[in-house]
T-cell receptor, first 114, second 111 residues
Framework: DTEVTQTPKHLVMGMTNKKSLKCEQH?????MYWYKQKAKKPPELMFV???????INESVPSRFSPECPNSSLLNLHLHALQPEDSALYLC?????????????FGDGTRLSIL | KNEVEQSPQNLTAQEGEFITINCSYS?????LHWLQQHPGGGIVSLFM???GKKKHGRLIATINIQEKHSSLHITASHPRDSAVYIC?????????????FGEGTQLTVNP
């Protein structure tokens, strides 16, 4: 069982819809991440939150809006997405935001944009 | 040239075979990670290394910092080992938590 829980597992939405992806961890980790992964490609970092503050934004379009309401929760709000945004969205967490710590990944949300 | 290169890209083995996946990188690193991704999508962190060798069950990971090279070995492979194995490094030059990923190795173990 994964210690990072993502909901929903699958999401189909139209280009005019607004939806949110959710991620939750209860390991006391203070860094949380959003990744986007296209088929047969490695994950691409989108955002990093450290101590509930946005520390890294990898020039992600504004139609993706992250939110970290508390240290256990991470949301990704979606609005006016494009078909090329269809992908697997992975959430991860680590104890602190350091690259020499293991990251714990969720199972992902598979997003399809119609 | 990518900062992290994995080989082979695809690997097919028979159950019971010894498997090696290689990872070379071109930057100074704080740590190297081996990750496993099954077809369902979830990623599992297998190892994090900054020197030497680690072992967990049938999996062994080694790293040579001077040669900028790491290997992941699977002994007595099993069909359930079929997955994509990804090498990722935490470069020293970049701040915080960014990882640089290899393209992954697709492993298929046939019964």
């Amino acid at each position: 069982d994964t210690e990072v829980t993502q909901t929903p597992k699958h999401l189909v939405m139209g280009m005019t819809n607004k939806k949110s992806l959710k991620c939750e961890q209860h390991m006391g980790h203070r860094a949380m991440y959003w990744y986007k992964q296209k088929a047969k490609k490695p994950p691409e970092l989108m955002f990093v939150y450290s101590y509930e503050k946005l520390s890294i934004n990898e020039s992600v379009p504004s139609r993706f809006s992250p939110e970290c309401p508390n240290s256990s929760l991470l949301n990704l709000h979606l609005h006016a997405l494009q078909p090329e945004d269809s992908a697997l969205y992975l959430c991860a967490s680590s104890q602190l935001g350091l690259s020499n710590q293991p990251q714990h990944f969720g199972d992902g949300t598979r997003l399809s944009i119609l | 040239k990518n900062e992290v290169e994995q080989s082979p890209q695809n690997l097919t083995a028979q159950e019971g075979e010894f498997i090696t996946i290689n990872c070379s990188y071109s930057v100074g690193i704080s740590a190297l990670h081996w990750l496993q991704q099954h077809p369902g999508g979830g990623i599992v962190s297998l190892f994090m290394l900054s020197s030497g060798k680690k072992k967990h069950g049938r999996l062994i990971a080694t790293i040579n910092i001077q040669e900028k090279h790491s290997s992941l070995h699977i002994t007595a492979s099993h069909p359930r080992d079929s997955a994509v194995y990804i090498c990722a490094v935490g470069p020293k030059e970049t701040s915080g938590s960014r990882l640089t990923f290899g393209e992954g190795t697709q492993l298929t173990v046939n019964p």
